[in-house]
């Protein structure tokens, strides 16, 4: 019915095509050098591929703009305070 859906849909069958999309929604994170985001993306990817493909696409659900707030604030507030605690707890880290 719309071509040019169904041709993206395809294209995020694909390993690439879902990684660019993530790092395109992550460009700023990862232009910060922050590594541990990518190594989440990667131990994730597979097994959103794998809901991709046994359930498809629709039945994963849409992500509303408080979804992504919610995200947003946990990589950029919540992470990286459970890092300084960590470090802290190692004895690595001034205390803030």
């Known amino acids: 019915q719309y071509p040019r859906i169904e041709r993206r849909r395809t294209d995020l069958m694909l390993e690439s095509e879902l990684t660019e999309l993530f790092k395109q929604n992550y460009r700023m994170e990862?232009?910060?050098?922050?590594?541990?985001?990518l190594s989440l993306?990667?131990?994730?990817?597979?097994?959103?591929?794998?809901?991709?493909?046994t359930v498809g696409i629709n039945?994963?659900?849409?992500?509303?703009?408080?979804?992504?707030?919610?995200?947003?604030?946990?990589?950029?507030?919540?992470?990286?305070?459970?890092?300084?605690?960590?470090?802290r707890a190692l004895g690595d880290a001034p205390k803030q």
């Open 41 to 53: 993306w990667a131990r994730a990817m597979p097994r959103v591929q794998l809901a991709m493909r």
């Open 30 to 37: 990862i232009a910060n050098g922050d590594e541990s985001l």
């Open 59 to 87: 039945a994963i659900g849409k992500v509303t703009r408080q979804d992504n707030e919610r995200l947003s604030k946990i990589v950029s507030t919540e992470v990286p305070s459970l890092r300084r605690q960590f470090a």
